[in-house]
């Protein structure tokens, strides 16, 4: 079961496979708040019962990666916009989502 459910999340380090919460915010430019909470359960329970270094690092490469995002839809030199962007969404990347992920970091 553990191996399952990591080769799924490490689906999210290539962001060319569809499905997958990167895929939608890199490829289709749309945040997946539904997936992104998928990841963070997923992982969650995952972090509980093994102390893998390989999910740990994708977890902290998407964080930098969703941030980047963020930036990058804020300049207005950047072509890149997340499509379905709000402030609310962001809000909760901020104080809720990237906090989640990164008490999985400790």
């Known amino acids: 079961m553990g191996k399952n ?11 060319l496979i569809s499905g997958t919460f990167c895929y939608k915010l890199f490829e289709e430019s749309i945040f997946d708040s539904g997936l992104l909470i998928e990841l ?6 995952f972090l509980r019962e093994h102390d893998d270094h390989e999910v740990i690092q994708l977890l902290e490469w998407i964080i930098g990666c969703v941030d980047q995002c963020f ?19 962001e ?12 008490d999985l970091l400790e």
């Open 5 to 15: 459910v990591k080769s799924y999340l490490m689906k999210n380090k290539d962001d």
């Open 40 to 45: 963070i359960d997923m992982s969650n329970n």
């Open 71 to 89: 930036l990058s839809h804020s300049d207005h030199n950047d072509y890149y916009k997340i499509k379905n962007y709000s402030i609310d969404i």
């Open 91 to 102: 809000s909760s990347w901020q104080e809720v989502w990237k906090k989640e992920l990164m």
